[in-house]
């Protein structure tokens, strides 16, 4: 499987996808504010991430706007967020068979690049 979970309206996701050239090397491309994740795509992520925690965005504006920051939130807790607004999910995701790069941190975005070449 090769696929991006993104959102066409996030620069940043936009800025990756261009830089790495990922529209030309046949990806599957699931923009999360129109097509949202689905359970299944979660549980999948998962399985690759080793956990909700490492697949959820604390820089999500409802993440302030919720109060989350002082919440104890669990392994639970994340997937729910993420299943229930497009936002929580860290972006972009990356799928590459049996390899996931999770959001737009330089380190993630080095390893993304060395996958592809």
């Known amino acids: ?5 993104y959102l066409s309206t996030c620069s ?3 800025r990756i996808i261009d830089s790495l050239e990922l529209k030309n090397k046949d990806f599957d491309f699931q923009d999360i504010k129109f097509e949202a ?3 299944e795509q979660l549980a999948v992520m ?4 080793g956990s ?15 109060g989350l920051k002082d919440a104890n939130l669990q392994e639970d807790d ?8 497009y936002t929580f999910l860290k972006r972009p995701v990356v799928v590459i068979e049996n390899q996931i790069f999770i959001g737009s941190s330089k380190a993630n975005v080095e390893k993304l690049a060395a996958a592809l070449e």
Request: hydrophobic letters at 40%; proline letters at 0%.
């Open 37 to 39: 994740v689905t359970k």
């Open 46 to 49: 998962h399985a690759m991430a």
């Open 1 to 5: 499987m090769r696929k991006v979970y």
């Open 12 to 14: 940043t996701s936009k």
């Open 52 to 66: 909700y925690e490492a697949l959820f965005s604390k820089i999500a504006r409802k993440y302030s706007a919720l």
């Open 78 to 85: 994340y997937k729910n967020y993420i299943l229930d607004e």
